[in-house]
């Protein structure tokens, strides 16, 4: 790695970091009896190359991760302590964290990273937390990797 883009990096998962601090302190507290709402992941420097699939957008909800390519997410299941431990992966994850700093993953709608026929995919992409398009929200197959 270059020393530019390491600097580039560095400045990046700074700024990152900083923003995140600022969300988390001007974040509202919980109320009595309620459990605190988890930070989004976004802007870690700990890369740990997974892809985090979540049951659902609540900060409880359970997750699995992936590192690898998946043809059919049929017999997995949600493994976290949360909302959803137990469930099918398949046809259930509502949002994604990829944590690859190398590799952006794609979701597919179909099993086998199939795409034929314009069938819905949604790609995450190195840092990247959020909620999956319409098109495979809840509606998710397989999963494959690709160099970012």
Do not use: C, H
């Amino acid at each position: 790695m270059t020393t530019a883009r390491r600097v580039v990096g560095s400045i990046a998962v700074a700024a990152a970091l900083i923003a995140g601090s600022t969300v988390l302190a001007t974040a509202p507290a919980a109320a009595k009896g309620e459990p605190a709402a988890a930070p989004t992941p976004v802007g870690t420097a700990d890369w740990d190359g997974q892809l985090y699939l979540y049951y659902s957008a609540s900060s409880n909800s359970s997750y699995r991760t992936y590192w690898n390519w998946v043809n059919d997410f049929g017999t997995d299941t949600f493994t976290a302590a949360g909302e959803g431990q137990g469930q099918r992966v398949k046809n259930n994850v509502y949002r994604a964290w990829n944590n690859n700093e190398i590799y952006r993953a794609r979701i597919f709608y179909n099993e086998w990273q199939n795409s034929g026929s314009n069938a819905p995919y949604d790609d995450f992409w190195p840092g990247e937390a959020r909620a999956l398009n319409s098109g495979v929200q809840n509606n998710n197959a397989s999963l494959a990797w690709y160099r970012a």
